[in-house]
């Protein structure tokens, strides 16, 4: 969505294609987003992330990303969700 002010990328467990159990969140207010090492679901090399975001045309309030993600989630309108994008693991967690 041109012009918006808060971007939620929606992803789920390794694997998990179906868009209703894409139940984690991140936050970030550019079109740009990185997910932190320590938030990224067990894994193994070849797995698969499904990733959708959801874009605000207001900012998320709260004291940090999960907060800010949460309020966007239960308070606020968003957008369609995008077109899904796919990332394969190149490394496993321990």
């Known amino acids: 969505?041109?012009?918006?002010?808060?971007?939620?990328?929606?992803?789920?467990?390794?694997n998990e294609a179906d868009k209703t159990k894409?139940?984690?969140?991140?936050y970030t207010e550019t079109t740009s987003w990185t997910l932190a090492a320590a938030d990224v679901?067990?894994?193994k090399v070849g797995d698969k992330f499904?990733?959708?975001?959801?874009?605000?045309?207001?900012k998320g309030v709260g004291a940090n990303d999960i907060e800010k993600a949460?309020?966007?989630?239960?308070?606020?309108?968003g957008s369609e969700w995008s077109d899904e994008v796919v990332i394969t693991a190149t490394d496993s967690t321990p």
């Not at 969505?1 to 467990?13: E, I, L, Q, R, T």
């Not at 499904?50 to 207001?58: E, G, L, Y």
Request: hydrophobic share 40%.
């Open 1 to 14: 969505m041109p012009g918006a002010a808060a971007y939620v990328p929606h992803y789920g467990p390794a």
């Open 22 to 26: 894409l139940v984690f969140m991140g």
């Open 41 to 43: 679901p067990t894994h």
């Open 50 to 58: 499904h990733i959708c975001v959801q874009t605000f045309n207001v």
């Open 70 to 77: 949460r309020d966007l989630h239960d308070n606020h309108l």
